[in-house]
Protein backbone atom coordinates (compact mmCIF):
# COMPACT_ATOMS: atom_id res chain seq x y z
CA UNK A 1 0.00 0.00 0.00
CA UNK A 2 1.26 3.65 -0.49
CA UNK A 3 2.94 5.33 1.85
CA UNK A 4 -0.12 8.09 3.36
CA UNK A 5 0.95 11.50 2.92
CA UNK A 6 -0.12 14.78 4.99
CA UNK A 7 0.12 17.74 4.93
CA UNK A 8 1.75 20.84 6.86
CA UNK A 9 0.65 24.11 6.71
CA UNK A 10 2.74 27.02 7.81
CA UNK A 11 0.98 30.55 8.20
CA UNK A 12 0.96 33.97 9.67
CA UNK A 13 -1.83 35.49 11.66
CA UNK A 14 -3.60 37.98 10.29
CA UNK A 15 -2.00 40.74 12.14
CA UNK A 16 0.92 39.84 10.02
CA UNK A 17 5.02 41.38 10.97
CA UNK A 18 6.98 38.35 8.71
CA UNK A 19 7.00 35.20 6.86
CA UNK A 20 7.00 31.75 7.31
CA UNK A 21 8.85 28.65 6.03
CA UNK A 22 8.65 24.38 6.16
CA UNK A 23 4.94 24.08 4.88
CA UNK A 24 4.35 21.40 2.57
CA UNK A 25 3.50 17.80 2.25
CA UNK A 26 5.50 14.76 4.22
CA UNK A 27 5.07 11.20 4.82
CA UNK A 28 4.34 9.49 8.19
CA UNK A 29 7.56 10.06 10.51
CA UNK A 30 9.16 12.68 8.54
CA UNK A 31 10.96 15.41 10.74
CA UNK A 32 10.35 19.05 9.30
CA UNK A 33 11.43 22.00 10.00
CA UNK A 34 9.37 25.26 10.30
CA UNK A 35 11.23 28.75 10.88
CA UNK A 36 9.16 32.47 11.61
CA UNK A 37 10.75 35.00 9.63
CA UNK A 38 9.86 38.73 11.11
CA UNK A 39 10.01 41.68 8.95
CA UNK A 40 11.91 44.64 10.00
CA UNK A 41 10.44 46.34 13.09
CA UNK A 42 8.54 43.01 14.41
CA UNK A 43 9.43 40.06 16.56
CA UNK A 44 8.25 36.50 16.69
CA UNK A 45 6.50 35.55 19.78
CA UNK A 46 4.89 32.36 19.80
CA UNK A 47 3.10 29.54 17.64
CA UNK A 48 -0.36 29.23 18.17
CA UNK A 49 0.16 26.25 20.40
CA UNK A 50 2.25 28.67 22.44
CA UNK A 51 5.76 27.05 21.81
CA UNK A 52 8.08 29.52 21.41
CA UNK A 53 10.98 27.87 19.45
CA UNK A 54 11.85 28.94 16.41
CA UNK A 55 12.90 27.43 14.22
CA UNK A 56 10.93 24.79 15.36
CA UNK A 57 11.20 20.95 14.17
CA UNK A 58 7.80 19.16 13.54
CA UNK A 59 7.50 15.18 13.88
CA UNK A 60 5.06 14.35 10.94
CA UNK A 61 1.97 12.20 12.04
CA UNK A 62 -1.05 13.86 10.65
CA UNK A 63 -1.92 16.90 8.85
CA UNK A 64 -1.14 19.85 11.08
CA UNK A 65 -1.79 23.62 10.82
CA UNK A 66 1.49 25.94 13.03
CA UNK A 67 0.44 29.96 13.07
CA UNK A 68 3.29 32.16 13.36
CA UNK A 69 2.65 35.16 15.81
CA UNK A 70 4.71 38.23 15.16
CA UNK A 71 4.66 41.43 17.57
CA UNK A 72 5.78 44.71 16.91
CA UNK A 73 8.91 45.71 19.01
CA UNK A 74 8.62 48.64 21.16
CA UNK A 75 11.51 51.17 20.42
CA UNK A 76 12.86 53.78 23.50
CA UNK A 77 13.30 57.29 21.89
CA UNK A 78 15.79 58.91 24.80
CA UNK A 79 16.21 62.46 25.02
CA UNK A 80 18.82 64.35 27.24
CA UNK A 81 20.20 67.81 27.83
CA UNK A 82 23.92 69.23 28.23
CA UNK A 83 24.28 70.96 30.21
CA UNK A 84 22.16 70.34 33.11
CA UNK A 85 18.62 72.72 32.79
CA UNK A 86 20.06 74.29 30.07
CA UNK A 87 17.03 73.49 28.43
CA UNK A 88 14.13 70.65 27.33
CA UNK A 89 13.23 68.45 24.65
CA UNK A 90 10.29 67.19 23.73
CA UNK A 91 8.99 63.57 22.31
CA UNK A 92 11.02 61.12 23.84
CA UNK A 93 8.98 58.27 24.65
CA UNK A 94 8.32 54.49 23.19
CA UNK A 95 7.62 54.15 19.58
CA UNK A 96 7.75 51.34 16.53
CA UNK A 97 9.45 50.83 14.04
CA UNK A 98 9.12 53.47 11.08
CA UNK A 99 7.47 55.71 13.50
CA UNK A 100 7.69 59.55 12.09
CA UNK A 101 8.33 61.80 15.50
CA UNK A 102 9.99 65.63 15.69
CA UNK A 103 12.45 66.36 18.38
CA UNK A 104 12.54 69.87 19.56
CA UNK A 105 15.53 71.38 21.68
CA UNK A 106 13.96 74.45 23.94
CA UNK A 107 16.71 76.87 25.86
CA UNK A 108 15.85 77.97 28.96
CA UNK A 109 16.36 81.61 29.42
CA UNK A 110 20.04 82.36 29.13
CA UNK A 111 20.99 79.41 26.81
CA UNK A 112 21.17 78.62 22.92
CA UNK A 113 20.80 75.66 21.10
CA UNK A 114 24.05 74.36 19.65
CA UNK A 115 23.60 71.26 18.03
CA UNK A 116 21.93 67.86 18.58
CA UNK A 117 25.02 64.49 19.67
CA UNK A 118 25.07 62.88 15.95
CA UNK A 119 26.29 66.88 14.95
CA UNK A 120 22.75 67.48 13.36
CA UNK A 121 21.63 71.42 13.22
CA UNK A 122 18.44 71.08 12.69
CA UNK A 123 16.06 72.07 15.44
CA UNK A 124 12.92 70.81 15.33
CA UNK A 125 14.18 67.98 13.56
CA UNK A 126 12.49 64.94 12.34
CA UNK A 127 13.32 61.13 13.57
CA UNK A 128 11.91 57.96 11.86
CA UNK A 129 12.56 55.43 14.28
CA UNK A 130 14.71 51.93 13.25
CA UNK A 131 16.31 51.32 16.73
CA UNK A 132 16.40 51.94 20.30
CA UNK A 133 18.12 55.62 20.19
CA UNK A 134 19.46 58.54 22.33
CA UNK A 135 19.18 62.14 21.21
CA UNK A 136 21.24 65.00 23.22
CA UNK A 137 20.81 68.60 22.67
CA UNK A 138 23.77 70.46 23.15
CA UNK A 139 23.30 74.25 24.64
CA UNK A 140 25.45 77.26 24.88
CA UNK A 141 25.41 79.65 27.09
CA UNK A 142 24.04 83.16 25.63
CA UNK A 143 27.10 85.63 25.18
CA UNK A 144 25.53 89.45 24.97
CA UNK A 145 27.08 92.38 24.16
CA UNK A 146 26.97 95.43 26.36
CA UNK A 147 27.85 98.99 24.81
CA UNK A 148 28.74 101.63 26.64
CA UNK A 149 28.87 105.48 25.32
CA UNK A 150 30.23 108.79 26.20
CA UNK A 151 27.36 111.52 24.72
CA UNK A 152 30.65 113.86 24.47
CA UNK A 153 33.81 112.21 24.53
CA UNK A 154 35.24 115.77 24.85
CA UNK A 155 33.69 116.08 28.61
CA UNK A 156 34.24 112.47 29.99
CA UNK A 157 34.70 108.89 29.29
CA UNK A 158 33.05 105.49 29.60
CA UNK A 159 34.27 101.54 30.83
CA UNK A 160 32.50 98.41 31.27
CA UNK A 161 31.41 97.74 28.18
CA UNK A 162 31.99 94.17 26.34
CA UNK A 163 30.70 90.59 25.51
CA UNK A 164 29.37 88.76 28.95
CA UNK A 165 27.38 85.60 29.73
CA UNK A 166 23.64 85.61 30.56
CA UNK A 167 23.29 86.31 34.06
CA UNK A 168 27.04 87.77 34.79
CA UNK A 169 26.79 91.09 36.64
CA UNK A 170 29.18 93.73 35.25
CA UNK A 171 30.22 97.29 36.44
CA UNK A 172 29.47 100.70 34.34
CA UNK A 173 31.02 103.81 35.26
CA UNK A 174 31.34 107.90 33.92
CA UNK A 175 34.48 109.23 34.02
CA UNK A 176 34.23 113.27 33.57
CA UNK A 177 37.32 115.50 32.49
CA UNK A 178 38.27 118.26 34.39
CA UNK A 179 35.63 121.02 34.11
CA UNK A 180 32.85 118.59 33.45
CA UNK A 181 30.46 116.31 35.74
CA UNK A 182 28.18 113.11 34.89
CA UNK A 183 24.53 113.94 34.63
CA UNK A 184 22.84 110.62 34.07
CA UNK A 185 22.37 107.50 31.98
CA UNK A 186 20.58 107.60 28.91
CA UNK A 187 17.17 105.50 31.01
CA UNK A 188 17.93 108.35 33.60
CA UNK A 189 19.51 105.94 36.21
CA UNK A 190 22.02 108.56 38.00
CA UNK A 191 24.18 105.32 39.72
CA UNK A 192 27.88 105.59 39.22
CA UNK A 193 29.42 103.10 38.74
CA UNK A 194 26.65 101.30 38.19
CA UNK A 195 25.69 97.46 38.64
CA UNK A 196 24.03 96.03 35.38
CA UNK A 197 22.49 92.22 34.88
CA UNK A 198 23.27 91.27 31.71
CA UNK A 199 19.72 89.69 30.39
CA UNK A 200 20.35 90.86 26.57
CA UNK A 201 22.48 92.94 24.47
CA UNK A 202 22.23 97.14 25.51
CA UNK A 203 23.09 100.23 24.73
CA UNK A 204 24.28 102.61 27.83
CA UNK A 205 24.53 106.71 27.08
CA UNK A 206 26.63 108.39 30.09
CA UNK A 207 25.70 112.28 29.72
CA UNK A 208 27.98 114.87 31.27
CA UNK A 209 27.36 118.75 31.67
CA UNK A 210 29.78 121.86 32.51
CA UNK A 211 30.36 121.03 36.01
CA UNK A 212 28.48 123.88 38.40
CA UNK A 213 30.73 125.03 41.05
CA UNK A 214 29.33 126.43 44.25
CA UNK A 215 31.01 129.73 45.83
CA UNK A 216 30.37 130.67 48.94
CA UNK A 217 31.02 133.96 50.49
CA UNK A 218 30.61 135.22 53.97
CA UNK A 219 32.32 138.42 56.20
CA UNK A 220 34.56 138.02 59.51
CA UNK A 221 32.95 139.42 61.96
CA UNK A 222 29.68 138.59 61.34
CA UNK A 223 27.45 141.64 60.41
CA UNK A 224 30.49 143.55 59.78
CA UNK A 225 29.53 143.44 56.02
CA UNK A 226 28.90 141.62 52.94
CA UNK A 227 30.36 140.06 50.06
CA UNK A 228 28.43 140.90 46.65
CA UNK A 229 29.17 137.58 43.62
CA UNK A 230 28.84 134.54 45.11
CA UNK A 231 26.58 132.08 43.56
CA UNK A 232 26.39 128.69 41.35
CA UNK A 233 28.85 128.84 38.21
CA UNK A 234 30.18 127.19 35.67
CA UNK A 235 33.70 125.36 36.11
CA UNK A 236 36.12 128.04 34.06
CA UNK A 237 34.30 131.23 34.22
CA UNK A 238 35.92 134.55 35.65
CA UNK A 239 34.01 136.29 38.42
CA UNK A 240 33.90 139.34 40.47
CA UNK A 241 33.76 139.33 44.01
CA UNK A 242 33.37 142.08 46.12
CA UNK A 243 33.51 142.83 50.14
CA UNK A 244 31.15 145.53 51.31
CA UNK A 245 31.90 146.75 54.66
CA UNK A 246 29.40 148.52 57.16
CA UNK A 247 29.20 151.96 58.67
CA UNK A 248 32.56 151.66 60.71
CA UNK A 249 34.35 149.13 59.40
CA UNK A 250 37.13 148.75 56.94
CA UNK A 251 37.90 145.73 54.30
CA UNK A 252 41.54 144.20 55.75
CA UNK A 253 41.75 140.95 53.23
CA UNK A 254 40.43 137.86 52.54
CA UNK A 255 41.00 134.94 54.67
CA UNK A 256 43.20 132.96 52.47
CA UNK A 257 45.21 136.66 52.58
CA UNK A 258 44.48 138.18 49.19
CA UNK A 259 44.10 141.77 49.78
CA UNK A 260 42.68 142.67 45.91
CA UNK A 261 39.27 144.47 46.69
CA UNK A 262 37.01 143.30 44.37
CA UNK A 263 38.63 140.00 43.63
CA UNK A 264 38.62 137.80 40.45
CA UNK A 265 38.11 134.59 40.85
CA UNK A 266 39.21 131.59 38.16
CA UNK A 267 36.05 129.11 39.22
CA UNK A 268 37.70 125.65 39.22
CA UNK A 269 35.63 124.04 42.03
CA UNK A 270 33.21 124.59 45.02
CA UNK A 271 35.05 127.20 46.90
CA UNK A 272 34.23 129.72 50.05
CA UNK A 273 35.57 133.06 50.36
CA UNK A 274 35.53 134.91 53.76
CA UNK A 275 36.33 139.06 53.58
CA UNK A 276 37.66 139.98 56.97
CA UNK A 277 36.81 143.49 57.55
CA UNK A 278 38.29 145.32 60.88
CA UNK A 279 37.12 148.61 63.22
CA UNK A 280 37.92 151.74 62.01
CA UNK A 281 40.43 153.61 64.02
CA UNK A 282 39.91 156.80 64.59
CA UNK A 283 42.64 159.84 65.87
CA UNK A 284 41.49 161.74 68.56
CA UNK A 285 43.31 165.34 68.80
CA UNK A 286 43.57 166.70 71.62
Do not use: K
Not at 238 to 244: E, F, M, P, R, V
Amino acid sequence: APQPVYTLTVEVDSIGGGTVTGGGTYYYGDTATIEAIPELGYEFLYWNDSITDNPRDIVITQDSTFIAHFGQIDYTITTLVIPLNSGTVTEGGIYHYGDTLTLEAVANPGFEFERWNDSVTDNPRTIIVTQDSTFIAWFNTQQFTITVVSDNPEWGSVTGGGTYPYGDTIQISATANLGYEFVRWDDGNTDNPRDIIVTEDQTFSAHFSIQRCLITTDVTPEGAGTVEGGGTYDYGTTIQLTAINNTGYEFSMWEDGDITNPRSILVEGDATFVAVLVPLQYEINR
